[in-house]
């Protein structure tokens, strides 16, 4: 397996983003008379917390000639953003059902937007034929470490934080989280319908999923990375399920108690919490993106 990642790698990664990527903004706040914190990544450049892990991992090494990536959005434009930083040209295939709106915004960066399958999976597939410098969306170490700077903030500014929780799909940023939450809870929430990372928690192993849900161009992966798995299985994550008419519901809180208009994988911490599933007394809900 490829060498797992640290704390110290997201050390290193929060020193090496922070002249390229936002420091979002955190919220206190009370909602039915409980107190929670919003970490408001949507407000990251690209829309989403993306960006983190795609700049890490290109600044990481040398500088390639080409970088190649698949996505079902939120990464894609992570990648295709990072890339317009560094004066690197970028392919990202996607597949055929991506969100016209984050094929729209893949395609403004001047990255070659390619559809190929009907999955991520599919996807990665046809992009790994690609020469260039191939970025995993998740399974990769320095993506992984570029994603913990997001909750590396959060411990910055929130210490009394018990509780870190994320939307989850291939497991990089919940992975990335665990890395820097220190000995605070690691919560992991996915739709019903797309629960690699559940899966994996429960069978002890790397397992291939079935993907139907609404949130399923951010959460759709088939099956966890090997890295996230080794990272949150040895943290103690806290696997948690929503169903998509919850986190539609919470996406419509969000925006009834804080005018927050995000995508629906962004609503999926939310949902978890409105329902009483989530541990802790003050949580923080990472708030991860806003492409819908």
């Known amino acids: 397996m490829t060498h797992l990642p640290t704390a110290a790698d997201v050390e290193t990664a929060a020193a090496r983003l922070a002249p390229h990527v936002r420091r979002t903004p955190i919220l206190r706040a009370d909602v039915d008379g409980r107190p929670l914190v919003l970490k408001l990544e949507h407000l990251q450049r690209s829309g989403s917390f993306k960006l983190r892990g795609a ?12 970088v190649v990536t698949a996505s079902g959005g939120n990464h894609g434009l992570g990648v295709a953003t990072a890339a317009g930083v560094l004066g ?4 990202v295939y996607v597949p055929n059902g991506v969100p016209e709106s984050k094929a729209r915004r893949i395609d403004a960066t001047g990255a ?9 999976a599919e996807a990665a597939a046809a992009a790994r034929a690609e020469a260039g410098r191939y970025v995993h969306a998740y399974d990769d170490p320095g993506v992984v470490a570029g994603q ?8 910055d500014e929130c210490p009394d ?43 002890g192993t790397p397992v291939d999923v079935e993907i139907d849900s609404v949130a399923a161009s951010a959460l759709g992966a ?6 996230p798995f080794a990272v949150l299985r ?19 809180r969000l925006w009834e108690e804080f005018r927050l208009r995000v995508e629906p994988a962004a609503a999926a911490p939310f949902a978890a919490w409105l329902a009483g599933r989530v541990p802790g007394e003050l949580p923080c809900l990472v708030v991860c993106g806003a492409n819908s």
């Open 55 to 66: 700049l890490n991992a290109l600044l990481a090494g040398e500088l390639p000639d080409r």
């Open 88 to 91: 690197v040209p970028a392919v």
């Open 112 to 120: 070659k937007l390619v559809r190929h399958g009907d999955t991520y």
């Open 148 to 155: 913990g700077t997001v909750t590396a903030e959060i411990v």
């Open 161 to 203: 934080v018990d509780a870190v929780v994320l939307a989850a799909g291939g497991g990089g940023l919940a992975a990335g989280a665990a890395l820097a939450a220190g000995d605070r809870t690691v919560v992991t929430v996915e739709p019903t319908g797309c629960r690699a990372v559940h899966a994996a928690l429960e069978a």
């Open 222 to 227: 088939t099956r966890i990375g090997d890295v």
């Open 234 to 252: 040895a943290a103690g994550a806290v696997p948690l399920l929503v169903t998509d008419a919850e986190i539609v519901s919470a996406q419509e």
